[in-house]
């Protein structure tokens, strides 16, 4: 198995990439061990109870980038968190999830760096992925199909859309996941997820949808439309 380096991991928080300002990152995800022995057993026994997510993270201060963000979201329920395990191009592996940050915490001593430390807990499912769409977008396109697999009607698909900047006069921004039976695309595939129009504000969601889906290929599709538009975005799609 290929080792690997902590460096080209990302992070998008809300409506921001703290990438450039994070310098460590740490996912805890368990589940607590709910004890159900029973009279006759003569071993303690467990089985699996509700599950726990936090990510913590730390960096160095920065007031015109990430300091609002974090000190305004604290208490904040639901705010749209994903992060890059790899890298940050298109297909690599991805997590995302509400959360709800309960700490935000900058200081530091005379002479070291101006710095800050975020918990934040998970407010719902932390979902395993893969990045789908990234970068700067000024025309309608799509990313490639990736085979991410089926959806059992017991699971759903996950889409978060992280919209950093917007610029140009009137533009429009629509994101939208497709899934086909084969990575042709060819005319075939069928609107699994619509985020909400995006137009000159910034702003972050995460939506999903039910199984059952038979189809095992995807991919995410941006409609832009306006003069001179340019939109920075995130989408990470993942299936639980």
């Given at each position: 198995?290929?080792?690997?380096?902590?460096?080209?991991?990302?992070?998008?928080?809300?409506?921001?990439?703290?990438?450039?300002?994070?310098?460590?990152?740490?996912?805890?995800?368990?589940?607590?061990?709910?004890?159900?022995?029973?009279?006759?057993?003569?071993?303690?026994?467990?089985?699996?109870?509700?599950k726990?997510?936090?990510?913590?993270?730390?960096?160095?201060?920065?007031?015109?980038?990430q300091?609002?963000?974090?000190?305004?979201?604290?208490?904040?329920?639901?705010?749209?968190?994903?992060?890059?395990?790899?890298?940050?191009?298109?297909?690599?592996r991805?997590?995302?999830?509400?959360?709800?940050?309960?700490?935000?915490?900058?200081?530091?001593?005379?002479?070291?760096?101006?710095?800050?430390?975020?918990?934040?807990?998970?407010?719902?499912?932390?979902?395993?992925?893969?990045?789908?769409?990234?970068?700067?977008?000024?025309?309608?396109?799509?990313?490639?199909?990736?085979?991410?697999?089926?959806?059992?009607?017991?699971?759903?698909?996950?889409?978060?859309?992280?919209?950093?900047?917007?610029?140009?006069?009137?533009?429009?921004?629509?994101?939208?996941?497709?899934?086909?039976?084969?990575?042709?695309?060819?005319?075939?595939?069928?609107?699994?997820?619509?985020?909400?129009?995006?137009?000159?504000?910034?702003?972050?969601?995460?939506?999903?949808?039910?199984?059952?889906?038979?189809?095992?290929?995807?991919?995410?599709?941006?409609?832009?439309?306006?003069?001179?538009?340019?939109?920075?975005?995130?989408?990470?799609i993942?299936?639980?």
């Open positions: 198995m290929a080792q690997q380096i902590l460096k080209d991991q990302t992070l998008y928080f809300d409506t921001y990439e703290l990438t450039s300002t994070v310098n460590a990152m740490a996912l805890e995800y368990g589940v607590d061990a709910v004890d159900d022995t029973m009279f006759g057993d003569d071993t303690r026994s467990a089985i699996g109870g509700l726990n997510v936090n990510v913590n993270f730390q960096g160095g201060v920065d007031y015109s980038a300091s609002s963000v974090l000190f305004d979201k604290v208490g904040v329920q639901d705010t749209v968190l994903s992060f890059g395990a790899a890298g940050a191009t298109e297909g690599d991805g997590y995302l999830m509400p959360v709800t940050t309960g700490l935000y915490e900058p200081g530091g001593n005379i002479g070291d760096l101006y710095s800050f430390t975020v918990n934040a807990q998970g407010s719902g499912n932390l979902v395993a992925g893969n990045i789908l769409g990234t970068g700067t977008k000024n025309n309608t396109g799509n990313s490639a199909g990736y085979q991410l697999g089926a959806v059992s009607a017991t699971q759903r698909v996950y889409g978060a859309l992280h919209v950093l900047s917007a610029s140009g006069t009137t533009p429009t921004l629509d994101v939208t996941l497709e899934s086909n039976a084969t990575g042709s695309f060819s005319g075939s595939q069928t609107t699994r997820l619509t985020f909400t129009q995006v137009t000159t504000s910034t702003s972050a969601e995460l939506i999903s949808s039910a199984g059952a889906i038979t189809d095992t290929w995807w991919r995410v599709v941006w409609t832009i439309g306006g003069t001179t538009p340019v939109y920075a975005i995130r989408v990470v993942g299936i639980i």
